[in-house]
C-alpha cells in the first residue's frame, strides 16, 4: 500500500536554528498538508499546498515558517528560527483528490533544546 | 467555523466490551467526517469516513460510525474490544470537498484491560 514517507523520525536543534523537515507524499496525489501536534495537544493544521502554492494555512503558519516541493516529489517544510515551543510531531499528509482520506506519515518528533 | 468535541479524554474498557467513542461536531456546511487512529509513537491511520450516502460508515478493526445530522455526532463503536484496540482516537472534520483542511478533536484515549 502506498505511503507517506517523512525524514527524520527524530530531530534535535538548537533554538535559533533552522530545520527542514522532508516529506514524500504519494506519487499521484494532488494536495499535500503539514499539521503539527504539541506532545499531549491535539493534531493542528498548519498548510496546505496545491498546484504548486500554498492554498490556505494557519495563525500558527508565520513568517518563521515556509513550504516548497522542490522536484515534484519532495515536500519540505522549514523553519527558519526554531523556538522551544516548536517542539512537536510533524505530520505530513497528502490527497488524491475528493472523497478520498487523507494519508498520513508517520512523523517527525522535533525537539527544540 | 468548524470543531470538534470528543466526550471523554480517557476510556477504559474490558477485553470483549462494548467500545464507544464519542464525536460530535459543528459545522456550517455539509461536512466530511474521520476517524483517525493513533498507535504509541506513531503516525495517524485512517479508521473510517463519512462522505455522503450511507450514514452508517463501516471501517477497518470492525470499527464502525453512525452520522447523524440531527444530534451533530459521529460515534465511534466496536461490539467487542481487543487488547491491540488501545490506542489514541481522533475524530476530525473537514468541509465538504474533500480536500479541504482537517479540523480534529483533542482525541481519545482508549485502554483495553484484560
Known amino acids: 500500500e502506498p505511503e507517506v514517507t517523512q525524514t527524520p523520525s527524530h530531530q534535535v536543534t538548537q533554538m535559533g536554528q533552522e530545520v527542514i523537515l522532508r516529506c514524500v507524499p504519494i506519487?499521484?496525489?494532488?494536495?499535500f498538508y503539514w499539521y503539527r501536534q504539541i506532545l499531549g495537544q491535539k493534531v493542528e493544521f498548519l498548510v496546505s499546498?496545491?498546484?504548486?502554492?500554498?492554498?490556505?494555512k494557519s495563525e500558527i503558519f508565520d513568517d518563521q515558517f515556509s513550504v516548497e516541493r522542490p522536484d515534484g516529489s519532495n515536500f519540505t517544510l522549514k523553519i527558519r528560527s526554531t523556538k522551544l515551543e516548536d517542539s512537536a510531531m510533524y505530520f505530513c499528509?497528502?490527497?488524491?483528490?475528493?472523497?478520498?482520506?487523507?494519508?498520513f506519515g508517520s512523523g517527525t518528533r522535533l525537539t527544540v533544546v | 467555523a468548524q470543531s470538534v468535541t470528543q466526550l471523554g479524554s480517557h476510556v477504559s474498557v474490558s477485553e470483549g466490551a462494548l467500545v464507544l467513542l464519542r464525536c460530535n461536531y459543528s459545522?456550517?456546511?455539509?461536512?466530511?467526517l474521520f476517524w483517525y487512529v493513533q498507535y504509541p509513537n506513531q503516525g495517524l491511520q485512517l479508521l473510517l469516513k463519512?462522505?455522503?450516502?450511507?450514514?452508517l460508515v463501516k471501517g477497518i478493526n470492525g470499527f464502525e460510525a453512525e452520522f447523524k445530522k440531527s444530534e451533530t455526532s459521529f460515534h465511534l463503536t466496536k461490539p467487542s474490544a481487543h487488547m491491540s484496540d488501545a490506542a489514541e482516537y481522533f475524530c476530525?472534520?473537514?468541509?465538504?470537498?474533500?480536500?479541504?483542511?482537517?479540523?480534529f478533536g483533542a482525541g481519545t484515549r482508549l485502554a483495553v484491560h484484560p
Open positions: 476530525a472534520v473537514s468541509l465538504s470537498g474533500g480536500y479541504n483542511k482537517l479540523i
Open positions: 499546498f496545491y498546484n504548486n502554492e500554498i492554498s490556505e
Open positions: 499528509a497528502s490527497l488524491y483528490g475528493q472523497g478520498v482520506g487523507y494519508t
Open positions: 459545522s456550517s456546511v455539509p461536512p466530511y
Open positions: 506519487s499521484n496525489h494532488l494536495y
Open positions: 463519512y462522505t455522503t450516502g450511507a450514514t
